[in-house]
């Protein structure tokens, strides 16, 4: 028996409306941005990646976080202008489950492996590290390191972390006094290559190593 004229009709307008919704789901991702603040810590964002008329056709997103976060499972609503973003900090990757509910009743769940990357520095900087040292008894030294550069470059400076040689107690150490060109003073007995990230103003990073010298 064949169908009706209207019920046909009714039938592609069903299949054309849930191909339109598949193409949404399609073209709509989770993606995320980071930047290191130090101490192994990252600021991260989480948004949906999607065109203007699908952010509009969203009600709520749900994020459900590593269970170690305080309140993990976390909603952002009616926030089409930020992308659903959801800003926090922390050390780890994880798998972040996202919920997206929409205002026609539809919801999609996704998951989005949170990536961390560093952006790095957005303006070439004329900045070095430097070192002095005094022996202060036969064998053990007193030093101290420091960057160098023109005042207009480090003035895009936040903060400076030094990574020590690992036999150190708290090997991992930050400096954010600019009036001393961020110096990080220690005493040991040998030398060994310092890993620095210049961590600027802007969110992005400027990495470099120094060689400790004693003279």
């Known amino acids: 028996m064949s169908r009706s004229p209207l019920r046909l009709a009714a039938g592609l307008l069903a299949a054309l409306t849930l191909a339109t919704a598949t193409s949404a789901f399609a073209a709509l991702t ?9 101490g192994g810590r990252w600021a991260w964002k989480v948004f949906v990646d999607a065109d203007a008329e699908t952010l509009q056709r969203i009600k709520c997103v749900e994020y459900t976080l590593h269970p170690t976060f305080p309140d993990p499972v976390r909603r952002v609503c009616n926030q089409a202008k930020t992308r659903f973003a959801l800003s926090t900090n ?4 994880f798998t972040i489950k996202v919920r997206i509910e929409y205002r026609d009743g539809r919801s999609d769940l996704r998951e989005h492996q949170l990536v961390f990357t560093q952006e790095p520095a957005k303006t070439p900087l004329s900045l070095e590290a430097r070192n002095w040292a005094r ?5 053990w030294w007193e030093w101290g390191v420091h960057l160098a550069g023109p005042a207009a470059d480090l003035e895009h400076v936040r903060c400076v972390e030094y990574t020590l040689h690992p036999t150190f107690p708290n090997p991992v150490r930050m400096v954010c006094s600019r009036a001393d060109r961020f110096l990080l003073t220690a005493r040991g007995w040998g030398t060994f290559d310092l890993k620095i990230k210049v961590l600027l103003k802007d969110g992005s990073m400027y990495p470099m190593t120094h060689s400790l010298k004693f003279r």
């Open 30 to 38: 989770i993606t995320n941005t980071s930047s290191y603040i130090g």
């Open 90 to 93: 922390g050390w780890g990757t």
């Open 135 to 139: 022996e202060i008894e036969p064998g």
